[in-house]
């Protein structure tokens, strides 16, 4: 059985930087897409990023406006999530999804494997 596990969350001010890390178990990283996806309170679960299985292809939502970068490293079994020039709205608890069919959709109801989330906050 495939789990993943999210860390790297924490509190930083506006215009830090976080890392956030997706560590894999139970089956090679390779046959998966993976997504990051995120929710604040009293929002629906959005859509920030993914990378497919093969050849790595990227997709980002708009907001990320080039400040977030994924990367994966299959040998380590790991997806990273790295955010710089935080702003407040960033504020949310962020998921990584893994999608079997090796995709990097929008659609979180691709996403066959959900972590438990890790909190990022980010104050003014």
């Known amino acids: 059985q495939v789990e993943v596990v999210e860390s790297g969350g924490g509190s930083v001010q506006a215009g830090g930087s976080l890392r956030l890390s997706c560590t894999v178990s139970?089956?090679?990283?390779?046959?998966?897409?993976a997504g990051w996806f995120r929710q604040s309170p009293g929002k629906e679960r959005e859509f920030v990023g993914a990378?497919?299985?093969?050849?790595?292809?990227?997709k980002y939502a708009r907001f990320v406006e080039g400040r977030f970068t994924i990367s994966r490293d299959d040998a380590k079994n790991t997806v990273s999530l790295q955010m710089n020039s935080l702003k407040p709205e960033d504020t949310a608890v962020y998921y990584c999804?893994?999608?079997?069919?090796?995709?990097?959709?929008?659609?979180?109801?691709?996403?066959?494997?959900w972590g438990q989330g890790t909190q990022v906050t980010v104050s003014s």
């Open positions: 999804a893994l999608d079997s069919a090796g995709g990097r959709s929008r659609l979180s109801n691709r996403y066959d494997v």
């Open positions: 139970g089956r090679p990283l390779k046959d998966y897409g």
């Open positions: 990378i497919e299985c093969c050849g790595g292809s990227l």
